[in-house]
């Protein structure tokens, strides 16, 4: 079964420093494109950015490019998102997701989502 | 960047009703475009892809159209369990903007 599974929720203060985690399995981990979805609370989806893990090539969304970053680890199969100064208004739920279909880039499956608060 | 607009960003029907939702891209997109279907504090779904193609599992009553800048979604007979939020969302190239969605009630 094709699963992304990503890391638990999280509370931080505002300037501190985040990273989260999506782990994929049940598939060739380094053949699809990863990507990252942030939904502020009831907001609408909002497609931050995707990353190849076979050589971590990175695309961003102008709106979220240069705000976090996007990496992976193919050696564990794992994508990350991170922040190095958090604000209050990056508090939402950030989903994972992939397809791995041969030249379909719609998102199927998703991760669970991990819910970011920053709040003083 | 090419934009997604959605329309209309609410509606409420009853059951039973044949229900429209429209997504239009700032410029052409050929067929690369999916709907989703997110129920309150549930995780996106995939419904339909490729503009028209329903996604295995996904009920009839659901279908898709569209070309180029235009797409429609419908569910030919509205259910209970349809009260969602849809998406559209566009694939062609980065960045893979989803439009701003539309939240179907049961009137």
């Known amino acids: 079964e094709v699963q992304l599974v990503q890391s638990g929720a999280e509370v931080r203060k505002p300037g501190e420093s985040l990273k989260i985690s999506c782990k994929g399995s049940g598939y060739s981990f380094t053949s699809y494109w990863i990507g990252w979805v942030r939904q502020m609370p009831g907001k609408g989806l909002e497609w931050m950015g995707i990353i190849d893990p076979a050589d971590s090539d990175t695309r961003y969304s102008p709106s979220f490019q240069g705000q976090v970053t996007i990496s992976a680890d193919k050696s564990i199969s794992t994508a990350y998102l991170q922040w190095s100064r958090l604000k209050a208004s990056d508090t939402a739920m950030y989903y994972c997701?992939?397809?791995?279909?041969?030249?379909?880039?719609?998102?199927?499956?998703w991760g669970q989502g991990t819910l970011v608060t920053v709040s003083s | 960047d090419i934009q997604m607009t959605q329309s209309p960003s609410s509606l409420s029907a009853s059951v039973g009703d044949r229900v429209t939702i429209t997504c239009r891209a700032s410029?052409?997109?050929?067929?690369?475009l999916a709907w989703y279907q997110q129920k309150p504090g549930k995780v996106p779904k995939i419904l339909i892809y490729a503009a028209s193609t329903l996604q295995s599992g996904v009920p009839s009553r659901f279908s898709g159209s569209g070309s180029g800048t235009d797409f429609t979604l419908t569910i030919s007979s509205l259910q209970p369990e349809d009260v969602a939020t849809y998406y559209c969302q566009k694939y062609n190239s980065a960045p893979r903007t989803f439009g701003q969605g539309t939240k179907v009630e049961i009137k």
């Open positions: 410029q052409g997109i050929s067929n690369y």
């Open positions: 997701a992939t397809n791995v279909l041969p030249d379909q880039n719609w998102f199927d499956p």
